[in-house]
T-cell receptor
Framework: GQQVMQIPQYQHVQEGEDFTTYCNSSTTLSNIQWYKQRPGGHPVFLIQ?????EVKKQKRLTFQFGEAKKNSSLHITATQTTDVGTYFC??????????FGPGTRLSVLP | DVKVTQSSRYLVKRTGEKVFLECVQDMDHENMFWYRQDPGLGLRLIYFSYDVKMKEKGDIPEGYSVSREKKERFSLILESASTNQTSMYLCASSLEAGAGDSPLHFGNGTRLTVT
């Protein structure tokens, strides 16, 4: 079945440093979503990517969907303590349910 | 704003007990889902439903069942709780029929401990 992997599992950064998490699917995806889960909270939808090579920005967050639609990345510029949490990607394989990656836990040291 | 409400935040049950986890959404969403979240494994889909009285197995349905008698309510049932079902359980809903591409709206989760 479809598998979604994410690296790294954990990332510790100093406040102001950049952060990137990578998501890779074993199959071609129709679309991919990204979620953020704050400590003690529940996953909250951030964005969806649909087109090959698509790039979307939300303030300091940049999301990319690979040309082959099998990988994606989330890049945060100049991290802040409010960015702390676990970031999940979730891939959809043409009408099937979303498969979540294991997540990348981000810690930001002030 | 969409609200997905799970009946309990924390639950402690004994091995062999029958456990009911309740979830209600208030936005008339078609789809409802039950996930369990374990460290290092992400969110794994247990069961989902695209309509009232409809249910489909997800990736890890063994040991679980579900009920959707009303559109807004989706219940997860552990027929005979076991210690390996100790986990965080997350309910979610989404708008569009079928898997679609609608965002998932999650409840706050129920942390179940089976002793």
């Amino acid at each position: 079945g479809q598998q979604v992997m994410q690296i790294p599992q954990y990332q510790h950064v100093q406040e102001g440093e950049d952060f990137t998490t990578y998501c890779n699917s074993s199959t071609t995806l129709s679309n991919i979503q990204w979620y953020k889960q704050r400590p003690g909270g529940h996953p909250v939808f951030l964005i969806q990517l649909v087109k090959s090579g698509e790039v979307k920005k939300q303030k300091r967050l940049t999301f990319q969907f690979g040309e082959a639609k099998k990988n994606s990345s989330l890049h945060i510029t100049a991290t802040q303590t409010t960015d702390v949490g676990t970031y999940f990607c979730a891939g959809n394989n043409y009408g099937q349910n979303f498969v979540f990656g294991p997540g990348t836990r981000l810690s930001v040291l002030p | 704003d969409v609200k997905v409400t799970q009946s309990s935040r924390y639950l402690v049950k004994r091995t062999g007990e029958k456990v009911f986890l309740e979830c209600v959404q208030d936005m008339d969403h078609e789809n409802m889902f039950w996930y369990r979240q374990d460290p290092g494994l992400g969110l794994r889909l247990i069961y989902f439903s695209y309509d009232v009285k409809m249910k489909e197995k997800g990736d890890i349905p063994e040991g679980y069942s579900v009920s959707r008698e009303k559109k807004e309510r989706f219940s997860l049932i552990l027929e005979s709780a076991s210690t390996n079902q100790t986990s965080m359980y997350l309910c979610a809903s989404s708008l569009e029929a079928g898997a679609g591409d609608s965002p998932l709206h999650f409840g706050n989760g129920t942390r179940l401990t089976v002793t």
